[in-house]
């Protein structure tokens, strides 16, 4: 008999979650490189008992990563880059490589060329690319190879990743579940950031498909309700 | 339900977004002063669901898992080092820095403190001074009788005096160089100190080792650029309003939630 009920919760609950993803992509529309985050819904589906009839539920078993690359913006600041077309770099974070589109760096004490959220920025073989001291111009060409005074240092890794198997950690840091190959014909702009993939006006009519989507399931719980009482009360009158 | 959370998350980075802009266009006319920049980044993600998990007992994987995220925050507030714009003042003792470096004055209590704002005073014992009254770092006195002073590219000062004298050279301004001029600590006043994400100054001659050069008589202008912040403000403002619409539907929805009886 609760049935319905029980989709209509099914349902709530997975649209809630659904509102976090979208609160999440609109709190990071000023985040460099970052990357909008999607759910998939699937079906779930129960046998009910002697019934030939199937029942179903909506289940949010997924979210995923929009890919996508977001608009790209002059900052002037020579140690900002941004990644034309697809591809992360690799930085070394705690001792583990994590992959990233944010391309503002900065230089550590000891020299190394980092993120500005920390992590060591690796060249393609997968060593911390280390900047002489008393350096004054640090070029990055088009296909990233990293220059102090126009002496190469060693080239960016770009990595080609699937984003059905990226794991966020924060800071736009991704972790890949197995190593991933080398990205073909990398390709850098120098001076430029890529800012969040992700569409203000896409994101507020989400918000308000979902509202209204979680509005029609408490009108549903609340007939439910009504209903229910609505026979008991005929059942007791009845007895 | 986190989207209220998740939305102040982001109402907060607007506003630290907003008042890192006010700052910047309050220093338009700061000589020397280098634009701020509030940078973001994601917060955690909370795995509902971990990708890779067996969901059967004949080993099948979920492929993508349920991660949410929790909103943003503010990774840091960067300088930009950039050359500004040079203004002729005629000043004798303003010095504007064309290039990479610092000048260097001592704080009263005996650190180091970094400036690229060259407008100095004399003190009463003719030390070269900063407008707090700060020395010049190597300390450079002029002479009561000295009629003017010329400082040239590489910073050596020179005194002339009256009639047919010889200038006499009084010392040479050294500049600082930092590998991370990003690091270092703003302390108000157009002085930094080091920092051990600035790393340590590499004072030397000013135009070696790609240190910048010396402008008598010029001072280095704010290199805010008003049209760049008032975009950035609107941006911010409305990314602010988008962010509260969120905190409205949210509120809406556990409104609603708690209309069933």
């Given amino acids: 008999m609760d049935n319905p009920i029980y989709v209509t919760i099914a349902r709530q609950t997975a649209l809630q979650r659904q509102m976090d993803v979208v609160a999440n992509n609109i709190a990071n529309a000023s985040t460099t490189g970052f990357k909008r985050e999607g759910t998939v819904f699937a079906e779930v589906i129960e046998r009910l008992d002697g019934a030939s009839k199937a029942l179903s539920m909506s289940s949010d078993t997924a979210t995923f990563t ?50 500005l959220s920390g992590g060591r920025v690796l060249d393609a073989g997968g060593a ?46 991704f972790r890949a579940a197995e190593q991933p190959p080398a990205a073909e014909q990398p390709r850098f702009a120098q001076g430029f950031l890529e800012d969040s993939n992700i569409n203000p006006v896409t994101e507020l009519v989400r918000m308000i498909e979902i509202q209204r989507a979680y509005e029609l399931g408490q009108n549903m719980l609340q007939a439910e309700h009504d209903r229910i009482s609505q026979v008991t009360e005929i059942a007791g009158r009845a007895a | 339900m986190r989207a209220l959370e998740i939305a102040a998350t982001g109402m907060m980075a607007q506003q630290t977004r907003v008042e890192v802009i006010a700052n910047n266009i309050s220093n338009v006319g700061t000589t020397g002063y280098n634009l701020r920049r509030a940078e973001f980044a994601d917060l ?9 998990d067996v969901s059967s007992d004949t080993g099948t994987v979920v492929p993508a898992g349920i991660q949410l995220g929790l909103g943003t925050r503010t990774a840091a507030v960067s300088m930009q080092v950039a050359q500004g714009a040079l203004r002729q003042t005629n000043g004798e ?3 504007a820095l064309e290039g990479r470096g610092w000048f260097e004055v001592q704080l009263p ?12 005073k004399l003190s009463a014992d003719g030390l070269v001074v900063t407008s707090e009254g700060y020395p010049l770092v190597p300390q450079i006195t002029v002479p009561a009788d000295a009629r003017g002073v010329s400082i040239n590219a590489d910073g050596q000062v020179f005194a002339s005096f ?5 200038p006499q050279e009084l010392g040479k301004i050294s500049l600082a160089n930092f590998i991370n001029e990003k690091g270092l600590e703003a302390r108000g006043s157009n002085l930094f100190t080091a920092t051990a994400a600035s790393g340590d100054a590499q004072i030397g001659d000013a135009g070696t080792d790609g240190r910048g050069t010396m402008r008598q008589g010029y001072l280095e202008q704010s290199s805010v650029d008003i049209v760049t912040e008032i975009t950035q403000l609107i941006e911010a403002q409305r990314a602010y309003e988008m962010n509260s619409k969120v905190i409205t539907a949210a509120d809406q929805m ?6 069933v009886r």
């Fill in chain 1, 128 to 173: 911390p690319l280390q900047i002489p001291p008393d350096s004054t111009r640090i070029a990055i060409a088009k296909d990233g190879t990293v220059s102090a005074d126009g002496v190469p240092l060693g080239r960016l890794g770009l990595y080609g990743l699937d984003a059905a198997r990226l794991e966020r950690t924060g800071g736009g840091l």
């Fill in chain 1, 66 to 115: 929009d890919l996508a690359p977001g608009p790209v913006a002059e900052t002037g600041d020579p140690l900002n880059v941004a990644i034309l077309g697809d591809g992360m770099l690799g930085v070394e974070h705690r001792d583990e490589t994590l992959y990233t589109r944010d391309g503002r760096f900065a230089i550590s004490p000891e020299g190394e060329l980092t993120l």
């Fill in chain 2, 109 to 120: 209590s005996g650190d180091s403190a970094y400036t690229r704002d060259g407008s100095f």
């Fill in chain 2, 44 to 52: 955690l993600y909370q795995q509902a669901q971990r990708a890779g």
């Fill in chain 2, 93 to 95: 003792l303003d010095l």
């Fill in chain 2, 254 to 259: 556990l409104a609603a939630a708690n209309q």
């Fill in chain 2, 162 to 166: 009256e009639g047919n004298q010889a």
